[in-house]
Nanobody
Framework: QVHFVESGGGLVQPGGSLRLSCAAS????????MGWYRQAPGNERELVAR???????GYAVSVKGRFTVSRDNAKNTMYLQMNSLKPEDTAVYYC?????????WGQGTQVTVSS
């Protein structure tokens, strides 16, 4: 059974940093393309970063240069280092496969950027 657990969110001031973690209970994790997604109030969920096991990485334009995605396949864990945070980064952040599977959405972790 596939299960993702996100953690590391919180309240941070503009310009601050946070590091999110995604713990995956999926045996094929090393071979699975993963994505970080976010959903702000009133908005649709959007993909912000992706990472394949082979090292292919991509970012949404809105976060490129500020966010860094990485993964530790030995620990079945993916990370999202978020720097220079802006109020518009406020959202619930989720991890999922890419393409996503609706049944795999977890609870997410809330990130709030506010002074």
């Amino acid at each position: 059974q596939v299960h993702f657990v996100e953690s590391g969110g919180g309240l941070v001031q503009p310009g601050g940093s946070l590091r999110l973690s995604c713990a995956a209970s999926v045996s094929s994790f090393p071979n699975t393309v993963m994505g970080w997604y976010r959903q702000a109030p009133g908005n649709e969920r959007e993909l912000v970063a992706r990472a394949s096991s082979g090292g292919s990485i991509g970012y949404a334009v809105s976060v490129k240069g500020r966010f860094t995605v990485s993964r530790d396949n030995a620990k079945n864990t993916m990370y999202l280092q978020m720097n220079s945070l802006k109020p518009e980064d406020t959202a619930v952040y989720y991890c999922n496969t890419l393409p996503h599977v609706d049944a795999y959405w977890g609870q997410g972790t809330q990130v709030t950027v506010s002074s």
